[in-house]
């Protein structure tokens, strides 16, 4: 998660400010917005991880935030964002390196409403972390095939 937070940093970092904060079309996220999900999704699962680290079989609710604060993601300092971004991504990967063998097959349940239910293990939420952050990162770039989207 670190690489990928430090590929992010130079992306972020390289980019042309008005590419970052434009919408390539409806429901496509621009690259800051894809950015600050994947800020707030290290959080996410660093939350997650914890809780299933220490309790037994949470149960967490969906991760959904307004439109609105989607909208104020273009508005971020791009800087900060990647700060936040490594800072999101260490914390992770401390909680990751500090997890003891037997708790990755512990789980969590994701309450999704009318999304449905889903238990996923530490090991899981980890990989989705890491996919969430690479996958995204491909999105902003437009490099991700869209035979790959998900």
């Known amino acids: 998660m670190v690489e990928e937070a430090a590929a992010w940093r130079r992306f972020l970092d390289q980019s042309d400010d008005g ?23 290290l959080r996410v699962a660093g939350d997650r991880m914890i809780r299933g680290r ?3 079989n949470p149960v967490v609710p969906i991760f959904n935030p307004p ?9 971020l300092d791009r800087g900060e964002l990647a700060a936040e971004m490594e800072g999101q991504a260490q914390r992770l990967a401390g909680i990751i390196d500090g997890m003891d063998p ?27 972390a890491a996919h969430e952050a690479h996958h995204h990162l491909l999105d902003a770039n437009g490099t991700l095939p869209a035979s790959s989207a998900s």
């Open 102 to 128: 037997s708790a990755w097959s512990r789980t969590v349940t994701n309450d999704r409403g009318r999304y449905g239910v889903y238990s996923f293990t530490l090991a899981g939420l980890a990989c989705n």
């Open 67 to 75: 439109e609105e604060t989607f909208l104020s993601y273009n508005q």
């Open 54 to 56: 220490d309790e037994d």
């Open 19 to 41: 590419f970052l904060r434009t919408n390539p079309g409806p429901v496509i996220f621009s690259p800051m917005q894809y950015g600050a999900h994947v800020r707030d999704m």
